[in-house]
Structure formats: C-alpha cells, structure tokens
C-alpha cells in the first residue's frame, strides 16, 4: 500500500509540471541579438526543443538533478530601454542638460521554467533548492554589482531631428535544462537561464523628422 502510494504521488507531480516562465527584466529589453544566429532564449523554447534536449538526460539517477546545457556562454548584444527622446520642431538648435541617475544592481539575471523555480531576495538570486549548485557547476558565469553613478551631459537638437538616449550593452547566456530523478523516477523538471550583464553603455542617436 505505502509502495502504491508514493506511485500515485510522485505521477500527481509530474502531471503538474507545467511549462510557465519565471523571469527577468532582460526579457523585457528592446532588442536582444546572439552573435549565433542559431542561439535563442529560454522564453523561445519550443515543446520539441523540451523534448529533444529531455531525452540527453533520459538515463535515470537515485536521486538529484541531471542538467543538459543547450546553450554555453552565448555572446549576446542588446538594447534595454530608451532613456529619453527630445523633438526640436523648431527652426533653430536648441540645448539640453541632461542628468541620468544609474541604479545599483546585480548584472546576473535568471530565468526558469517547469519544475525549476526561482529564489531572489534583494540582491540575492539564484534557482530554488539544489538544482543552482548543479547549474553552476555545468556552466561558467561571473557575477558583477554595477555602482549607482550619476552622468551630467549637453545635447545640441538641431532644427526638424530628434536625439534619443538609449542603453545598449553586450553579455553572455547560458540555458538549458533539468531533471529531478527520486528513487530512479523523474518527479520534475523544466528549463533554466542565465543573462550576465558584461558592459552596458549610453548610446545617443540623432535622427531627422520625417
């Protein structure tokens, strides 16, 4: 009877385990552009990239994750917000002050779908339970705090164009995906991501009204 039970339990988990997104801002960005044309996010996983990459991990263990790494230390270019825009109708230039204000933050992001869950508590962030040991032992990753900085600057808008400040940057992912095997059966799983911030940089472009 208890043998049964514990069938019935862990086929309810696996039932369950469905495929939502858990995420960060980068999945928000403008732009994002792999130097591989073949390399895409976790958010664009299809059911048959799941299946595929789950059968490399198919030999079953006692107990613990198995990690597949689908995409390594990815080159990555992107754009994660424009700033500020600022029209000149007019027929003469026309100057700004500018002031932009950075806040401090961690330029290591996650993102996790299934059975993988994510823990980020302030500065904090890693994946839920053990599974972040194994991913960080099956990829290599750095993980820099930007400083809050301040930048003071002019801007000339010449008559009939437009200035827009964006944020542009370049970075590095990794994704893939994991099962958790308990006494030889496979009781969860889903995909995991990381997105490290290397640089990040102002970018002013001017442009005419058209």
Do not use: C
């Amino acid at each position: 009877m208890k043998k049964l039970l514990i069938v019935l339990v862990l086929t309810f988990f696996m039932v369950f385990n469905l495929v939502n997104l858990q995420a960060e801002e980068y999945q928000n960005y403008q732009e994002i552009v792999f130097e591989n044309d073949e390399v895409f996010l976790l958010k664009d996983f299809e059911d048959s990239d799941y299946s595929s990459n789950y059968e490399k991990i198919n030999k079953k263990k006692f107990m613990g994750w198995k990690i597949n790494v689908v995409h390594n230390n990815e080159p990555v270019e992107f754009v994660s917000e424009t700033k500020l825009k600022i029209y000149n109708n007019g027929y003469t230039a026309i100057k700004h002050e500018i002031t932009l204000e950075e806040k401090e933050e961690t330029n290591y992001q996650l993102s996790a779908t299934g059975g993988i869950k994510l823990d980020v508590k302030g500065d904090v962030k890693k994946f839920k339970g053990a599974v972040d040991a194994d991913i960080k032992a099956s990829i290599s990753y750095s993980k820099l705090t930007s400083s809050k900085e301040t930048y003071e600057f002019s801007i000339i808008v010449d008559p009939k164009t437009y200035v827009k400040i964006i944020t542009r940057g370049t970075g590095e992912v990794n994704n893939g995906v994991g099962k958790y095997y308990f006494f030889w059966i496979n009781t969860t799983k889903g995909g995991w991501e990381t997105f490290t911030v290397q640089t990040e940089y102002y970018e002013i472009v001017k442009e005419r009204m058209k």
